[in-house]
């Protein structure tokens, strides 16, 4: 069974919530972010870690292989600048991410090859759920596209799938290469699945789905529904489904 760590309960996200982030947008500084400190914490990531924890406790039902924890699934509101040109030190968005129990470093990114799983962005305009994997490491895409070269008709078939497609439009096409990669011929069955260098699928959030105490029902449902293409990309790279905790 599993239970939350620290018997917090999700109510839905405050309207300041979003507020604070544009604000953020306007004053992304470190003396605002830490006059302003006490403001994030309560509007933003104690929400969001009592979001995480109640839906630990539905992907031990749904999914019993994902999980997420505060410490894992929260992404982090520092900018890494070291490589940017904009110095700007904070995200001006929050979000989680649900892993495979194989995989570790949740959030963070780490582990053997990294692996599909469900994410949520809070963001003003632009607050979304999906699932799947973002541009995985070249040795991940590659395993990808020989389980596509393979046999990809069961991934062609869910995605195919009119309940999918209808909620969720098919696979994002973000970065999505012109041609078909080396290796494979432009008259391949599955040449556009092998263009993909990710494989997600998501929809946009509104601020009263953000708001409600309902959010935890309303992203079981859809990433239920997400679920096929998340296992089918773990069993390509190994990651099994569990029948249990």
């Known amino acids: 069974m599993t239970e939350r760590h620290d018997g917090s309960e999700f109510t839905g996200f405050s309207t300041d919530a979003l507020a604070f982030l544009r604000a953020l947008r306007r004053n992304n500084r470190r003396d605002w972010f830490e006059a302003n400190r006490a403001r994030y914490e309560a509007s933003l990531r104690t929400p969001l870690a009592a979001l995480v924890e109640e ?43 649900f892993h495979h129990v194989g995989v570790g470093g949740g959030a963070t990114g780490s582990g053997p090859h990294g692996g599909a799983g469900f994410y949520l962005h809070v963001e003003p305009g632009r607050s979304s759920l999906g699932g ?21 008709a069961p991934l062609d078939a869910l995605l195919r799938e009119p309940g999918l497609r209808k909620r969720f439009g098919g696979l994002a096409p973000e970065a999505m290469l012109t041609r078909t990669p080396r290796g ?24 009263q789905e953000l708001s409600s105490p309902a959010l935890p029902d309303l992203l079981a449902g859809e990433y239920a529904r997400i679920l096929p293409l998340v296992r089918w990309i773990n069993g390509a790279l190994g990651l099994r489904p569990l029948a249990r905790r």
């Not at 011929?185 to 601020?207: D, I, K, M, N």
């Open 55 to 97: 839906m630990d406790v539905r992907f031990a039902e749904l999914a019993p292989e994902i999980v997420g924890t505060p410490k894992r699934s929260l992404f982090r509101i520092h900018r890494d600048v070291r490589f940017s040109a904009d110095k700007s030190p904070y995200k001006t968005h929050a979000a989680c991410w």
């Open 132 to 152: 799947g994997i973002w541009m995985p490491p070249r040795p991940t895409l590659r395993k990808l596209r020989d389980a596509i070269d393979g046999d990809g």
């Open 184 to 207: 494979y011929a432009e008259t391949h069955p599955r040449a556009e699945l092998l263009r993909h260098q990710s494989f997600t699928v998501g929809r946009t959030l509104t601020e």
